[in-house]
């Protein structure tokens, strides 16, 4: 089988830093959402075990507190430089996921 691949840059580019933080936290809140959705659906509609998502959403925002913590001491005049890079690998379907 040929691996599916494929590597993609998210973000790239220097922000000022109270546009950088509004980036950097909305794809920190959009991902706890998914998990709290996925968490929702999960244990409502399937009774599914919903430890994955709920372990996921506690570390997400301990990340996001950290993040938080990162733009209260930066100062609010720079320059701040993001980057984020997505690598997307299909894997076999009987292979067990990672975290998301």
């Known amino acids: 089988m040929n691996e599916l691949k494929i590597d993609l840059k998210l973000v790239d580019t220097d922000f000022t830093a109270v546009e950088a ?3 950097v936290l909305a794809l920190f809140d959009y991902k706890i959402r998914f998990h709290q959705a996925k968490r929702f659906s999960n244990e ?3 009774n599914k075990d919903i430890h ?9 925002k301990k990340e ?12 609010k005049s720079a320059r701040i430089t993001v980057s984020s890079k997505v690598d997307i690998i299909e894997v076999a379907s009987n292979q067990e996921r990672k975290t998301a």
């Open 21 to 23: 933080k509004e980036v």
């Open 52 to 60: 994955h998502s709920e372990l996921r959403i506690s570390e997400l």
């Open 64 to 75: 996001r507190e950290r993040l938080v913590e990162f733009f209260e001491k930066a100062d």
């Open 44 to 46: 409502e509609r399937f």
